[in-house]
């Protein structure tokens, strides 16, 4: 029996004075990436950027049932003036900013003679839904990038990623469809980078301005913010924001969705224009002008 101890403690005591040494020069690190790879290195989120017309004041109530897509007795255009601009638009930075809601629908202007917008005030799914519609000409997106711990991580490209791709809808069979709600208040974000989806490659590189790029490097848990506009004047294309990155030597490559959805984005070019903007006194939806400037 004394002899069968012997041998244990020799066999197990050399293991342990090595797992000691590992610890001590940091070979226990292998320990801490496996409760690590349990979680993202790195969370990913964001949402859509408003589209917005400036306008130069409050909005006003229109008379009670009006309805026009040209401008209103009275207001004649003055030369060089455009209809939107007869109605009191203007693209000053100074002015009011007022959100819109726009689509491509995939559905022919003879579908869009009435309001398409329920009692509740959102789009009928009938004919606006995920299936039938796309940003028109560009997707304007808030990406942001945030690390889980406070090791360092380096954002190094952002790209898009396109997963189908079709020609953009004739003007028979789809339909520009704006809507603008009665509220008006603060602006959109600054877009810093743009990407352009026209040419029939794979992958549209994001290009960046303002001083922009990448990569990055994201030190002490500090995030890095995105402000990402996808544009296409030729396309009906669904794709999605793909990150690489890097940390601890590897590197990797994270998809971004919202919601589990891809985006879809679809050219706008000779398509008929509908659009109702909402009377913030009197709740009631009205013809209006389609205003181009929530395109840009």
């Known amino acids: 029996m004394r002899d069968r101890n012997f041998v244990t403690t020799a066999i197990i005591a050399p293991v342990v004075v090595s797992l000691i040494v590992l610890g001590l020069t940091g070979g226990f690190s292998w320990i801490g990436d496996q409760f690590k790879a349990k979680k993202p290195p790195v969370y990913v989120s964001g949402s859509r950027s408003p589209r917005v017309a400036v306008s130069t004041g409050p909005p006003k109530a229109q008379p009670s049932g009006s309805v026009w897509t040209t401008p209103p007795t009275g207001a004649s255009s003055a030369p060089g003036q455009s209809e939107a601009e007869a109605q009191g638009i203007r693209y000053l930075r100074s002015g009011y900013l007022c959100p819109w809601e726009a689509w491509v629908v995939t559905r022919p202007p003879s579908e869009f003679e009435e309001l398409p917008v329920l009692e509740g005030g959102t789009p009928d799914p009938r004919l606006i839904n995920d299936k039938t519609a796309g940003d028109p000409s560009a997707t304007h997106l808030g990406i942001d990038i945030q690390p889980v711990d406070n090791r360092p991580l380096q954002v190094k490209e952002l790209r898009i990623k396109v997963l189908e791709r079709k020609a953009a809808p004739s003007a028979d069979r789809a339909t520009l469809v704006g809507l603008r709600n009665g509220q ?20 549209a590189t994001v290009r960046f301005a ?13 995030s890095l913010h995105i402000d990402l506009a996808v544009e296409t004047r030729t396309c009906d294309c669904v794709w999605i924001p793909e990150i690489v990155w890097s940390k601890d030597g590897e590197t990797k490559t994270t998809e971004f969705r919202i919601d589990g959805k891809e985006f879809r984005t679809i050219a706008t070019i000779g398509l008929e ?4 903007k909402q009377d913030l006194n009197t709740r009631r939806w009205t013809r209006a002008v389609f205003d181009e400037s929530i395109l840009d």
């Open 210 to 222: 303002g001083g922009s790029h990448l990569p990055q490097e994201l030190v002490g848990g500090r």
């Open 273 to 276: 224009r509908r659009a109702w």
């Open 184 to 203: 008006c208040g603060g602006g959109p974000e600054e877009l810093l980078a743009y990407a352009d989806l026209d040419g029939g490659a794979d992958f």
